[in-house]
């Protein structure tokens, strides 16, 4: 039996069934996000397809999806509906990220803020919210009251990362936290919505929840670190954008840590924009004890994903997700 993969996400499917029932899920996804931002306004429906249709990856969606395999039943529409929700929300945190990090590409092309102003994108993220919350009051009120808990983790999580830690607080412990609460939060509901709607027991409804939540800081972790480590014909990103942009991600706080009074430390001090002081400080943090550290942390978040899975039936929609858990470790090396 041959192995599917869907590229840049880490799902890997070995039943070609499993795979086809998946790509059709995603297929009616898209439908319905097309259709939950059309407006009789057409400027708010082309700026709300500007990411809709800017090529995505849809992990989100994936995870709501494969969630419901693991049941004799799922709910379909319910299940596309929840994935499009899980979607429209994190489409919507894409907008107003953009606007608060200045950002002025998303996806390979000009962000919304760019392309238009931050007016016109933060209104789009507010219109992108509004029919997330539409669509999520179609499936109970059980669900409207999760997906409101999760988008008040997504904006505590962001309003964490905007503060910083407060005095005394260790930097470590505020990022994990951090990302816990912006990445993993939304994945986890994604997972918990697809095993929602089947007929799978709740014990296992909680683990898959449990699995998003930390595979979802998992990838974080694994974007940290391929910023680092990573050549750019090998990751297809450019190395050290965290450092332009004066973003302490993991194994910068770990190096700090270790190192608080070196030259790698006076580097990461402030946002660098000199481009050999971003090669040098490549070159220290590739070579510290912080991107070692970071590279044992992200072993361990993976090792804990895999273990929250021991609950659910095997099979091909338990190896998918398996293969995931791999993955957020394979592509840093």
Request: proline content about 4%; hydrophobic content about 45%.
């Amino acid at each position: 039996m041959t192995s599917s993969e869907r590229a840049g996400t880490g799902f890997r499917f070995s039943d070609p069934v499993l795979a086809e029932v998946v790509q059709a899920g995603l297929a009616e996804v898209e439908e319905v996000l097309h259709k939950a931002v059309q407006s009789e306004f057409h400027p708010v429906t082309e700026t709300s397809l500007h990411l809709v249709d800017a090529g995505g990856k849809r992990i989100r969606p994936l995870f709501t999806i494969l969630s419901a395999q693991f049941g004799t039943t799922w709910d379909r529409e319910s299940v596309v509906k929840a994935a499009a929700v899980v979607e429209l929300t994190h489409l919507a945190t894409l907008y107003h990220d953009d606007v608060m990090d200045e950002a002025t590409m998303r996806r390979g092309a000009a962000s919304a803020n760019a392309k238009w102003d931050n007016s016109i994108a933060i209104l789009t993220g507010d219109y992108l919210f509004a029919h997330a919350s539409a669509l999520v009051a179609d499936l109970g009120t059980g669900a409207a009251r999760i997906i409101a808990e999760t988008f008040s983790e997504l904006v505590t999580g962001q309003m964490r990362e905007t503060v910083g830690p407060r005095g005394g607080e260790d930097p470590v412990a505020h990022y994990l936290t951090t990302i816990a609460e912006k990445t993993g939060s939304l994945i986890a509901t994604a997972a918990r919505f697809g095993a929602m709607f089947s007929d799978i027991a709740p014990e296992q409804v909680e683990a898959l929840q449990a699995y998003g939540d930390v595979i979802g800081a998992a990838f974080q972790i694994s974007d940290d670190v391929i910023d680092i480590a990573s050549p750019s014909s090998e990751s297809g990103k450019t190395p050290g954008t965290d450092l332009r942009e004066g973003v302490k991600t993991l194994p910068m706080l770990y190096a700090l840590a270790d190192e608080p009074d070196s030259r790698l430390a006076r580097l990461l001090s402030r946002p660098l924009t000199d481009d050999a002081e971003v090669a040098e400080a490549l070159e220290l943090l590739r070579g510290s004890s912080g991107l070692a550290r970071a590279r044992r942390t992200l072993d361990d978040y993976a090792a804990r994903a895999r273990a929250t899975l021991h609950g659910l039936p095997a099979g091909a929609a338990r190896d998918a997700l398996e293969s995931v858990s791999e993955y957020v470790v394979n592509r840093t090396r």
